[in-house]
């Protein structure tokens, strides 16, 4: 299968052919069945004129080298208005080099708003699978529709992928990921359940080999692979891309300060290395993640990072439990800096979108009078919630934001009204937080459990739960936004089938969600 670079470039349906000479199945075909990029391909962070373009080769993935030599490799990219590549509008040579494990990150530009396109790559006699990507509609346009879904929390030894390969087959312009998209634990560490699946190779993970070995081992994954070849992705991470529950520069437990800075510099770099993120590869410790993407006049995405630069989880990060330091007027869980830029921007969509981790309504676990919050999310971190909240509250209900709140790392399904006043039912709802489920993690689940049944029963303003795996879908419109949670019957065998637990609808200037 040596294709000749004219081929590469003048070729019409080159992989179709590729693959019926090599005689493999047409799903490995989908899948990629290249020796070279053997992570698949991914498109990320559109614009209305450019997209984020990816891939990596690694010829041996689970090897901490990939398989690669220790030299820099030159990887034709281009990109089509076609799935045949008849009408390539833009090409290039991008150089994969070891110091970044060999992945490539090609930040296309020139391209028509709102269009899809069709994208590849080439090194040496090697074509990679083709990815589908789509920009953003221009500034100042009114698109009659968005289409996305988001999901989160999609550990490897929990079950298989099949949410990722049904994400797929919907008919989607973009995915949003909220984190936790690898686990750091060494097999069988983190146990489902009803147990695991399948293992995670390696040990926990602390180097840069670690977290490129991860990282290549789920990307080798043909669900998350169709998943990132469907549509462009928008990523944020939460903590286990580094570590459970760290915070800034302070580690779950017991590891140095000092030892902590490396293993989260070795976390961020292999997490730029395997996303389609644009911009600069990390410097030391900190990768500015926090950013904007916007779709016309009609939705913005605020895409936060709430990991990075928060402070210390409160009393010993132990929930539920008594916590007055929850109230901390120092806590932040954006730090300073993002927060004033999430505050002085939030605005100027129909849709006013925050993209983050953790859960932002206030959620009691406790059954009766007693209360009881976790204090990893933002029932942590008070000031910080209260300063969103109030911010606002202040231009309700007037002039509404619109503000809709994703969620992920609870590994369940919820939906809340985001209240004024969380102990006050009567107070004003300001937005909706779509919580959604995990991808694997915990496991096949069930409808529903008697822990969430206790917090529906003592939280008022919560209105949705359901413990399955899957994601959820929406579709926005200037007039509504639609949210489909779209669940799987079992994620422990492959092949689940995908459905609809539950509907709701946000109508334009009326904060909260009507079940449809
Ligand atoms: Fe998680
Ligand atoms: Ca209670």
Known sequence: MSLSRRTFLRSTGVVAAAVATSGLPATAAAQGASALFTLGVAS????????????????????????????PMPVEWEIAEDETFGRIVQRGTAEATPELAHSVHVDARGLRPASWYWYRFRSGSEISPVGRTRTAPEAGANPERLRFAFASCSQYEHGY???????????????????????????????????????????????????????????????LQAAHAAVPWIVTWDDHETENNYADEIPEDGQP???????????????WEHMPLRGEPPRGIDLPLYRRLTFGRLAEFNVLDTRQYRTDQPCGDESP???????DPAATITGAEQERWLLGGIRSARWNVLAQQIFLAQIDLVEGPDRGFYVDGWDGYLASRDRLLDFIAQRQPVDPVNLVVLTGDWHANWLADLKANFDDPESATLGTELVGTSITSGGDG??????????????????????QRGYVRCELTPDRWQADYRVLEYVRREGSPVTTRASFVIENGTAGAQQA
């Not at 399948?198 to 993970?205: A, I, K, L, N, S």
């Not at 293993?263 to 292999?270: E, G, K, L, P, T």
């Not at 439990?321 to 109230?327: A, D, I, L, T």
Request: charge should be negative; aromatic fraction near 10%; proline fraction near 8%.
């Open 44 to 71: 990320g962070d559109p614009l209305p004129d450019g997209v984020v373009l990816w891939t990596r080769l690694a010829p041996d993935p689970l090897a901490e080298d990939g398989g690669m030599r220790p030299r």
């Open 161 to 223: 992928f099949t949410a990722y390969r049904r994400l797929a087959e919907e008919d989607l312009d973009l995915a949003v990921h909220l984190g936790d998209y690898i686990y750091e634990y060494a097999a069988q560490e983190y146990v489902a359940p009803e147990g695991n699946v399948r293992d995670h190779v390696g040990p926990e993970m602390v180097t840069l080999a670690n977290y490129r070995q991860r990282h290549a081992q789920y990307k080798t994954d043909p669900d």
């Open 257 to 271: 300060r000092e030892a902590f800075r490396d293993r989260r510099a070795a976390a961020y770099q292999a997490y």
């Open 321 to 327: 439990g008594r916590c007055p330091e929850r109230s």
């Open 446 to 467: 069930t409808d529903s459990d008697p822990e969430g049944e206790t917090v529906l029963a003592e939280n008022p303003h919560i209105r949705f739960y359901n413990n």
